[in-house]
Each structure stands twice: as structure tokens, then as C-alpha cells.
């Protein structure tokens, strides 16, 4: 019956098992082991505690007898003191015991002492006064009636200790048993557990291991032969083999995929831009320069004069991206001089004053020193420097500033460099899409044609730079061209 069972619902149902006896053993250990604290905290905080009561209340009775016995021998009236002294004791260990107490029956008792205790105490006082009065024969005759008093309470202290010492004799037989149940339940368990556990080992080597290796030794080189005892590892291995290469090539049919898309982008914007520098370029130049003759012979109003100068910049907006498609696909050849790339810089931003006074944003250029002179293409890096410089503008928006930080550092791995820092306080770049932002068509502007980066990027690869970004949302972005400088002296280490 047990074997027409599939082999999964097979070791579920041991597993199983086996589980529910460990709950039903971890249960009733903690069920033993909350019992076991009740019942020593039962003993401890009231029967014991109570015992101890019991016996003050017989201490104290006895010790008030003594000093009784005391003065009507001597009739010093420190005697007395003392008498007065445990009489309080017995007071207050009886209500004491009466708080302690859960018992139907010893709670009646503590009635009953104190109930006789009240007479034995009128009594007793009653003596005390005939022998203050000198009637020792009238006190003496009285006194063995109160003797009688004082045995009665004693034998009701001594039935009082006398319960609850019988209840902690149950106590302990009540634990005595529940023990040897708990006892006698582990040791059932114990042989199931065994017996469990070797029939999910036998299930598990039959029908698991040995399958497996046998599968191992089939699919086993004889180059590398498997050890007795292997056959999980080794298959083990082999699987995350597979996995491995299948990783492997699913990686590589995605970079191909990639690349194939990035080249037929690329055949795409070839025949584009070659289509637009015939079609395009020159009609466009034409109008540019009409417009050019037109706004200096023509008395314009201020409206129409606003409007000439949208459309003026309109068609700057064509031309540049007609250009950038251009470079894109047709990268011009570097025509390398020697100048210093502050040069540059102070060239860029001449040339951008307006555009950037427009925007209302401050530059800033930080330069202890002007940076050396290196084989540069100068018309080159400064576009590379414009478009850094009209991003930055536009990502601040209105007002704002951007900071030039030039130095001259040895990083890795261009060696000894210049380095150009182009930072600007505004909103930062996503982390989401900074490594697609130098990829050709990538965009975050609706009207960029997202070639921009991508040409300038390429354009200080050329010069066998690096332009990199470093930026966080909220802090700003920072754009860093690094150009190598052959020649190394009075280098800062960084």
C-alpha cells in the first residue's frame, strides 16, 4: 500500500509524521515544564511561604506564654514590654497568613485562632491585673484556666502547619505523576522517531541517491571519474554547468541582439544624414542667409521683430541638429594644435556670454594655473564644451550656477592629465539612466535628438580622453573631461 504512493507524498508523509511528533514532544515539554514552574511557585509563594507563617504564629505564642510566665515570677515590668512586643508579632503574622492562605479549610482554622486568641488575650490580661494587684493566689487559680487557652491555640497552629504541610505532600505527588507521564511519552517517541527516520532514509537512498547515481556514472568522462559517494556533487556540478553556459549564451544573444540593433540605428542615421547634407544643408543656409540680409534692411516692429527671432532660432535648432546627424555619421578628421585647453574654455565661454546671460545662470571658473599646452583639436573640445555648458543651462533653468574646475591630476589609466570639471547645482541625473546617456538617440528633453553626449563623448575618445558624469538626485550633475598630457612634469598625485 505504502509503495502505491508517489514518492514525493511519500516523504511528505514522513516528513510530516515526524514533524507532528516533534511538535506533540516540544508541546508537552512545554506544558511539563509550565506545570513544573506552577507548582514550584505554588509550593514556594504559598505553602511554604504560609508553613513559615505557621510557624511565627507558634513562635510567637510560645514566646508570649514565657514572657507571661517571666513576670509573674519576677513582676518586673519590662516583661510585660516584651509580652507586648509579640503580641504584636502574632498580630501581624496573622494577617499575614490569613493573605497567604487558599484553603477552604485552613482559612476556617485562622478564624478560629483568632477568635480564641481574643479571649485567651482578655484573659490573660485579666491575670496579669490581679497579680498588679497583689491577689497572687486569685491570679495563680486563674491562671491554669488560661494555660488551657493557650494549648487550644497551640494544637490550632499545629492542625494549621498540619494542612499545609499535607497539601505540599499532594503538590509533590501531583508532580510525581505528571513526570512519569511525560516520561513514559518521550520513551513511546523515541523508537517512532527511530523507526520514521530510518524508513525516510531507506526512501531517500533507494529511490533518490541511487537514481542519482546512476544518472552521474552514465553521464560520467572518463577524464574525471566520480568517487563512490560524489554522485550529488558531481551532478550538482554538471547542472550548474549547464545553467552556467546557458547564462553564458542567453548573455551573448543579448549583446548581439544589442549590437545589431546599434548598427542598424547606426546604416539608418548614415543614409539619413547623407540624405539631409544634400537636401537639407543648402536650402537651409540659403534661408539663413535671407533672413540674415532681411533683418538688416527691414524696419521691424517689436512684435515682428519677436517673431523674427523665433524663427531665427528655429532654424538654428535645424541646422544644429542637421549638424549633430551629420558628425554622427561622418565624424570630422581632428585638425590637433597646440593650445592650452583653458584657452578653450575661455574661448567657450565668450562665445556662449549671451546664450548664457539669458538664462540668468553665474559661471564660475576655478583655475589656479592655466592648464598646459597639448595636441588638441580646439574647435573640436570646444564643442564639446558648449554642449556641456547648454545642457548644464538647461537643466537648472533660470538662475542657478555652474562651476569650471580645471587641474592637472595622474589617473588611472590615462596616466598624466588635464582635467576639465563642468559642475552645475541643478536637479542632478536619475542613477536609473545614467549609463544610457551617452548612448546615440537617448534622450531626456522632448526636443533633443539625444546625439549630443554621444558626439562628444566620441569626440574626446578621439583625443584618447575620457568624459565622464558623476551625479545624485538633488545635488547636481558633474561632467569630467580628462585629457592625457604627454609630457610629465610638476604632476600633483592624486
Known sequence: MFNRIGLRYQIFLLLGIMTLLNLSGSIVTLFYTYRTQ???????DRDVNTLMAAQKLETALIMQKGFTTYYFLTNASEWLDRLNEHHENFQSWLKKARNLTSIEGAYSTLNEIESLYIHYIYSRDHVIGLYKQGRKDAGAKQHWEVREQFFTI?????????????????TREQYRKSAYIVTLLAWGAIPCVAFLG??????????????IRKLTLETNSPQKPIKIG???????????????????????????????????????????????AHSVRNP???????????????????????????????????????????????????????????????MTLQLLKHRIESYGTDVQVQREQKLPEIQVDAEQLKEVLVNLLLNACEAIGDGGSIQIREAKKR????????????????????????????????????????????????????????????????????????LPYKESTNWLTS
Do not use: W
Open 411 to 482: 589617473i588611472a589609466p590615462l596616466g598624466d592629465a588635464v582635467i576639465i570639471q563642468v559642475k552645475d547645482d541643478g536637479p542632478g541625473i536619475p542613477r536609473s539612466v545614467q549609463d544610457k546617456l551617452f548612448e546615440p538617440f537617448f534622450s531626456n528633453k522632448e526636443e533633443g535628438t539625444g546625439l549630443g553626449l554621444s558626439i562628444a563623448k566620441h569626440i574626446i575618445e578621439k583625443h584618447g580622453g575620457v568624459l565622464d558624469l558623476k551625479s545624485q538626485e538633488g545635488e547636481g550633475a558633474t561632467f569630467v573631461i580628462a
Open 284 to 346: 537651409l543656409t540659403s534661408v539663413k542667409m535671407r533672413l540674415f540680409s532681411l533683418e538688416r534692411s527691414l524696419k521691424l516692429t517689436p512684435v515682428q521683430n519677436e517673431d523674427f527671432e523665433v524663427i531665427s532660432e528655429e532654424i538654428r535648432h535645424i541646422d544644429t541638429i542637421v549638424k549633430n546627424f551629420l558628425e554622427f555619421s561622418r565624424p570630422p578628421k581632428l585638425k590637433f594644435q597646440l593650445i592650452s585647453p583653458s584657452d578653450v574654455v575661455d
Open 38 to 44: 506552577a507548582l514550584y511557585t505554588s509550593m514556594v
Open 154 to 170: 497551640y494544637n490550632l497552629c499545629e492542625e494549621y502547619k498540619r494542612i499545609h504541610e499535607k497539601n505540599i505532600a499532594q
Open 198 to 211: 530510518f524508513l525516510l532514509a531507506f526512501i531517500l537512498l533507494k529511490q533518490i541517491l541511487e537514481p
Open 230 to 276: 560524489d554522485e550529488v556533487k558531481a551532478l550538482s556540478r554538471q547542472v550548474y554547468s549547464l545553467i552556467k553556459n546557458v547564462d553564458q549564451a542567453q548573455s551573448k544573444l543579448e549583446e548581439s541582439r544589442e549590437h545589431l540593433i546599434q548598427s542598424e540605428k547606426l546604416a539608418m542615421v548614415g543614409k539619413l544624414a547623407a540624405g539631409f
